[in-house]
């Protein structure tokens, strides 16, 4: 079974305090990974697609890396407005067009 | 630019009654998908559409209806609402060819 699993629940950073959040998955050939962000009481917003290992993506602060069972979404020295939960998510070639989310990361960034 | 619309926003049902989510977008996608979202958790994934008139179950599909019969909308039915079913619901769309999701503001459903 399809499986993502993210880590730490809840992280706590001062502005400019840079720091990584994991993804790891279980899936049964990877079609994709896919980090978003979604603010409270607002639906997820498309961040990155990561296809094979080795690949990373950057925008702004944030850079997406991609190993053959996880995923890291590194934040460089985040800014109060990088608060915001980061969801992580998989599709596999076997399994349609499914995409599996983790339960998420809620990052808090202090000014 | 309306991209993924839902309505209603917010709902309250009472155990027992029936209700339709809707969810539009106007991008030609030809993938759509809901979601629930309960709180702290991720999104679960109830229901997804390929293309005007095919369908297939998620992870939770237990509970609810679809139907797919334009390519714009993809009506989510809640037959007999039950406490279980109060949740976040997100309706999301994709474009073939892309990996990137577009989500609807979400539909906040409370069942008493």
């Known amino acids: 079974e399809d499986q993502v699993t993210q880590s730490p629940e809840a992280l706590r950073l001062q502005e400019g305090e840079s720091s990584s959040l994991n993804c790891s998955y279980t899936v049964s050939g990877l079609r994709g990974l896919f980090w978003y962000r979604q603010d409270p009481g607002k639906g997820p917003e498309f961040l990155f697609t990561?296809?094979?290992a080795g690949e990373e993506k950057e925008k702004e602060r944030l850079k997406a890396t991609l190993t053959k069972k996880e995923s890291f979404l590194h934040i460089t020295a985040p800014k109060p407005e990088d608060s915001a939960t980061y969801l992580c998510a998989v599709q596999a070639f076997t399994g349609g067009f499914k995409t599996i989310f983790g339960a998420g990361t809620r990052l808090f960034v202090k000014a | 630019n309306a991209g993924v619309t839902q309505t209603p926003k917010f709902r309250i049902l009472k155990i027992g009654q029936s209700m339709t989510l809707q969810c539009a977008q106007d991008?030609?996608?030809?993938?759509m998908y809901w979601y629930r979202q309960d709180p702290g958790m991720g999104l679960k994934l109830i229901y997804y559409?390929?293309?005007?008139?095919?369908?297939d179950k998620g992870e939770v599909p237990n509970g609810y209806n679809v139907s797919r019969s334009t390519t714009e909308d993809f009506p989510l039915r809640l037959e007999l609402a039950a406490p279980s079913q109060t949740s976040v619901y997100f309706c999301a769309s994709i474009a073939e060819g892309s990996t990137e999701a577009f989500f609807g503001q979400g539909t906040r459903l409370t069942v008493v």
């Open positions: 990561l296809y094979s």
């Open positions: 559409s390929v293309g005007a008139g095919i369908t």
């Open positions: 991008m030609n996608h030809n993938y």
